[in-house]
């Protein structure tokens, strides 16, 4: 028997603390202490059994507590200071860099397929949602006018547990959204959002929840309503589930629903970030909307690439979504014909080459083709993505592929341990947690204490031992354990040993089974009673990976033997909490995944802030953290990259126990008059000097600020003046320079005669082009420079302008420009031309080049 009707029945606040449901409903809370504190202190125990959602937490608890808390002076004291900060918190005015945009009428929209702001909003699996919600964070800090889309995932991400043999079982909880810190989303009518869209020729609804993450509005569409077959209610059901079909369909729903979602709500942001190729339909449907106010395809296309930013994250080619003809027939044919392309020219859209019928449509070669803003998320990462993605723009050197790099960064309130925070707040100031990208704040740590730093760590790797504990109890009483091994639990670890931290997914190229190949190694370290040494892991591998899990499994039948269960565990259902109590407590993270597959690997930088030191492969940031004397961590290799995956292996894990029993476990026990590691505590204060202000969210969001949005956000308010007259010159442009730039010619390129020059001596360089009727400053003509390989490629290269000298005489005029080598040794140069309108934002983006031909 169903019931007629449902209702939410939720707990009658007293007056005096009505105030909480208003903080519960604001995901500040997440990165604010204070706040916390006022749910946790009311009852520890339910607060934790409530996993920290203050929503569902006050549903639980007993209206007499809540009475006798209304009668507590010092409780509702407490109480009205924490909402006087939260509103004077959200009333700020929103950046003045984006002209008549505020919260009600943002500027952007940033989608990601999950986004990690707390573990009571479980929809993120690992580093790109974490990446997401410290964002988002950092953006409602910094007060940019920003909303986030995504999907509302009703089972989230799969819990992990272990069986007793260490087999990683994955179970999914049914989350109730009314016992969340979600709204749903009302219309500017005040009616409950909902969006409509078609999906393979049948219509899809989703209904929009929103989450308030501080001054930034998340919203995320939820399928599971009774309009929908059950397939379609699937498709928000789990995060990265299903099969191919499901993805595509995911996909849609993320970019097409939530560009329609965006309407239904009454927003109209100028520009769309696009995390990751999940996304990458959002710059379609963008494109469509525009023709439906009137432009052509060509115009719709400049417009909606350049107000669109593309984040691109997996330095694999199989890390990207593709999906095959067929599929893409079925889903697009219509909405190709709609725009007015044939399905063919559609396809192209989404090949790295638009003339191989045979190619799938990938998601990355539409996001970047549909961008004028791209990045990989390290200048490590910005490389490998230049040189996998160099066929989209096959006419460029690797090194001008029009894909950037910003580095990644975490965001510091989030992230620094309480313990650690008000040790800043008394050495630092606050500035630290309100502007962390300030070096002068940052340059303070080194006046820290030694003997306070060094405390208040040791303090960290206590309460996490005490909680690895726990875990570990709690475990094995799941696994009906005996009690003598419930007994061990209770005894593991030890709080003054050296504790190294490895936390990661457990894909194969991260190498979570590095230490394990040098078994005899190990094992002598840990049984060093002297100087004792300790490991604790933890991390999931996808429900479909068996050689993950077999992995895991392996891992844990070490930590279980008798040599290793004291020194080694392995904490299950791995997520934020977990990364918390870890990157806080470690002496060391260790990270030694094969360069260069880690696009940039964060857990890291969230451990340095809190005084961890870092031992890892030179990969992802790392690779540009990392300096050569050791003072800020140690590194496993020179960077070197191998073709044989077991060579680099036999060769990596020599070097890493060497540095681990030669310079690390001998430096964390060198220890001087009061005990305490002075060398040890002297790099924990480099790196928060030199990397505190460089490596956290508010840098970040800060540069895509200045290089992206705001160029982005101008640019859209440029071509879309006066009815997008400006949009409509560029494609008339576009197509006049595509019909004429193949009778573009350059030749007698020419210098002085000589064989010798002089460093930092000038040379003058002419050469005449064929404008094919072009006008002169629609042609940008560059000579290309620098030091010369012995197989005769540029080993580096800088480009200087050249500018016309004649007037155009037949067709052709003489530019001219200078070269300079920067120092001894070979030196050549070459000129090319290349496309230019005040309008085009980058001269690269149309794939037209033309270089001069030895004559």
């Given at each position: 028997m169903q019931p007629l009707k449902v209702f939410s029945v939720v707990p009658r606040l007293p007056e005096e603390l009505e105030d909480l449901r208003e903080l519960a409903y604001n995901l500040w809370f997440a990165w604010n202490s204070e706040i916390e504190s006022l749910f946790s202190q009311i009852d520890l125990a339910l607060w934790r059994q409530m996993e920290k959602n203050p929503v569902r937490f006050l549903n639980k608890l007993p209206q007499t507590k809540l009475a006798e808390l209304a009668r507590d002076d010092f409780y509702r004291q407490r109480l009205r200071e924490a909402v006087q900060k939260t509103r004077a918190y959200l009333s700020r005015p929103s950046s003045p860099l984006f002209k008549d945009a505020a919260r009600t009428h943002p500027a952007l929209v940033y989608f990601s397929f999950e986004f990690g702001i707390s573990s009571c909003l479980p929809i993120y699996s690992g580093g790109l949602g974490i990446l997401a919600g410290d964002h988002l964070k950092s953006a409602s800090d910094l007060n940019i006018p920003l909303v986030g889309m995504g999907l509302a995932y009703k089972e989230g991400y799969f819990r992990q547990y272990l069986t007793p043999d260490g087999w990683q079982q994955e179970r999914y909880p049914d989350y109730d959204f009314e016992q969340m810190p979600l709204r749903r989303a009302l219309t500017p009518e005040g009616a409950p959002a909902q969006v409509t869209l078609d999906v393979g020729g049948r219509p899809l609804v989703a209904r929009i929840w929103q989450a308030e993450i501080g001054r930034v509005t998340l919203y995320l569409l939820d399928t599971n309503v009774a309009a929908n077959p059950?397939?379609?209610?699937?498709?928000?059901?789990?995060?990265?589930?299903?099969?191919?079909?499901?993805?595509?369909?995911?996909?849609?729903?993320?970019?097409?629903?939530?560009?329609?979602?965006?309407?239904?709500?009454?927003?109209?942001?100028?520009?769309?970030?696009?995390?990751?190729?999940?996304?990458?339909?959002?710059?379609?449907?963008?494109?469509?909307?525009?023709?439906?106010?009137?432009?052509?395809?060509?115009?719709?296309?400049?417009?909606?690439?350049?107000?669109?930013?593309?984040?691109?994250?997996?330095?694999?080619?199989?890390?990207?979504?593709?999906?095959?003809?067929?599929?893409?027939?079925?889903?697009?044919?219509?909405?190709?014909?709609?725009?007015?392309?044939?399905?063919?020219?559609?396809?192209?859209?989404?090949?790295?080459?638009?003339?191989?019928?045979?190619?799938?449509?990938?998601?990355?070669?539409?996001?970047?083709?549909l961008s004028r803003f791209c990045n990989g998320v390290s200048k490590l990462h910005g490389h490998v993505s230049r040189d996998m993605w160099k066929r989209v723009w096959n006419q460029f050197p690797v090194e001008d592929v029009p894909i950037g790099a910003l580095t990644n960064g975490v965001h510091a309130p989030t992230w620094v341990a309480d313990d650690i925070g008000l040790l800043n707040d008394r050495y630092l100031g606050p500035n630290w947690r309100e502007d962390p990208d300030c070096t002068r704040t940052w340059a303070q740590a080194d006046v820290i204490p030694d003997a306070e730093l060094w405390r208040t760590h040791e303090r960290l790797r206590a309460r996490l031992i005490d909680f690895a504990r726990y875990r570990l109890r709690r475990q094995l009483e799941a696994q009906g354990a005996r009690n003598k091994e419930l007994q061990h639990a209770d005894e593991v670890l030890n709080p003054e040993a050296l504790t190294i931290g490895?936390?990661?997914?457990?894909?194969?190229?991260?190498?979570?089974?590095?230490?394990?190949?040098?078994?005899?190694?190990?094992?002598?370290?840990?049984?060093?009673?002297?100087?004792?040494?300790?490991?604790?892991?933890?991390?999931?591998?996808?429900?479909?990976?068996?050689?993950?899990?077999?992995?895991?499994?392996?891992?844990?039948?070490?930590?279980?033997?008798a040599e290793c269960r004291f020194n080694m565990v392995f904490i299950e259902d791995y997520d934020m909490e977990v990364a918390q109590h870890m990157v806080s407590g470690c002496d060391v993270w260790l990270n030694n995944p094969r360069r260069p597959l880690e696009a940039c690997g964060t857990s890291g930088m969230k451990a340095m802030l809190n005084g961890v030191l870092q031992f890892s492969t030179l990969d992802g940031w790392w690779d540009e953290a990392y300096k050569p004397d050791n003072s800020l961590g140690w590194a496993i290799g020179k960077g070197e990259e191998y073709s044989d995956p077991d060579y680099q292996d036999f060769v990596e894990i020599q070097t890493l126990y060497n540095v681990l029993e030669h310079e690390i476990i001998p430096e964390f026990y060198d220890r001087g008059h009061g005990g305490l590691p002075r060398a040890w505590i002297r790099r924990m204060k480099q790196a928060l000097v030199e990397h505190g202000p460089v490596f956290n969210s508010h840098r970040m969001v800060s540069d895509y600020v200045r290089t992206a949005y705001v160029p982005a956000y101008e640019n859209y308010l440029r071509l879309s003046e006066n009815g997008f007259a400006a949009a409509g010159e560029l494609a008339a442009w576009r197509m006049d320079m595509m019909t004429k730039w193949s009778s573009i010619e350059i030749r007698n390129v020419r210098t002085a005669d000589t064989t010798r020059l002089f460093v930092s001596e000038k040379i003058v360089i002419e050469a005449e082009v064929h404008l094919n009727g072009l006008p002169p400053e629609h042609v940008l003509v560059e000579s290309y420079f620098g030091p010369v390989q012995q197989d005769g490629s540029f080993a580096s290269r800088e480009v200087a302008t050249m500018h016309p000298v004649t007037a155009v005489r037949d067709g052709w005029a003489t530019y001219r420009g200078e070269a300079t080598p920067p120092e001894a040794g070979r030196f050549g140069f070459t000129v090319r031309a290349v496309p230019s309108h005040p309008h085009l934002l980058d001269p690269h983006s149309l794939g037209l080049i033309h270089w001069a031909q030895p004559e």
């Open positions: 059950p397939e379609f209610r699937a498709l928000t059901a789990r995060l990265y589930g299903g099969d191919l079909e499901m993805r595509i369909q995911q996909e849609i729903l993320l970019g097409i629903g939530g560009i329609k979602a965006l309407e239904v709500l009454g927003l109209s942001p100028k520009v769309i970030h696009m995390n990751e190729g999940h996304s990458a339909f959002a710059g379609l449907e963008r494109l469509r909307s525009f023709m439906q106010q009137g432009l052509s395809f060509e115009a719709a296309q400049e417009v909606a690439a350049s107000s669109s930013v593309f984040t691109t994250h997996t330095p694999v080619p199989a890390g990207n979504d593709r999906f095959p003809m067929d599929m893409m027939r079925r889903y697009f044919e219509g909405y190709a014909n709609e725009i007015g392309l044939a399905f063919k020219v559609f396809m192209a859209l989404g090949r790295e080459n638009p003339f191989n019928d045979n190619e799938d449509f990938c998601m990355t070669v539409l996001a970047l083709k490895f936390a990661r997914r457990f894909a194969t190229y991260k190498r979570a089974n590095l230490l394990l190949k040098e078994k005899d190694k190990l094992l002598r370290l840990i049984a060093d009673k002297k100087k004792p040494i300790q490991f604790i892991f933890a991390g999931k591998a996808h429900p479909a990976d068996n050689g993950g899990k077999q992995l895991i499994k392996d891992l844990i039948a070490l930590c279980r033997t």
